[in-house]
Nanobody
Framework: QVQLVESGGGLVQAGNSLRLSCAASGRTFSNAAMGWFRQAPGKEREFVAAARRLGQTLWYAEYADSVKGRFTISRDDAKNTIYLQMNSLTPEDTAVYYC???????????????WGQGTQVTVAS
């Protein structure tokens, strides 16, 4: 059974940082994209960042405009894990953050992609 488990969410003051982690199990995603989406109350889920495979050993990062320069995604394929370093957080970043893996096509990921249960990030002003 494939599982994606997020961790690292919490309550933080505006301007501070958080680091999210997502550990995958049940299959390896070294040849797939892994990334983060978020959903704020009353809003639709939106793309945040993805780490996409480029060739056999390289990967590249893709970011939503709203987080460029503040968030950094990284992946450790040996651990089947991705991370999201979030700096300079603002209240607008408050949302449930979901880890995802698969094709992660945008704007609408495939129903065949895998999703975690989400971790709450709350940024207080």
């Amino acid at each position: 059974q494939v599982q994606l488990v997020e961790s690292g969410g919490g309550l933080v003051q505006a301007g501070n940082s958080l680091r999210l982690s997502c550990a995958a199990s049940g299959r390896t995603f070294s040849n797939a994209a892994m990334g983060w989406f978020r959903q704020a109350p009353g809003k639709e889920r939106e793309f945040v960042a993805a780490a996409r495979r480029l060739g056999q050993t390289l990967w590249y990062a893709e970011y939503a405009d709203s987080v460029k320069g503040r968030f950094t995604i990284s992946r450790d394929d040996a651990k089947n894990t991705i991370y999201l370093q979030m700096n300079s957080l603002t209240p607008e970043d408050t949302a449930v953050y979901y880890c995802a893996a698969g094709d992660l096509a945008l704007p609408t990921p495939s129903p065949n992609d895998y999703w975690g249960q989400g971790t709450q990030v709350t940024v207080a002003s």
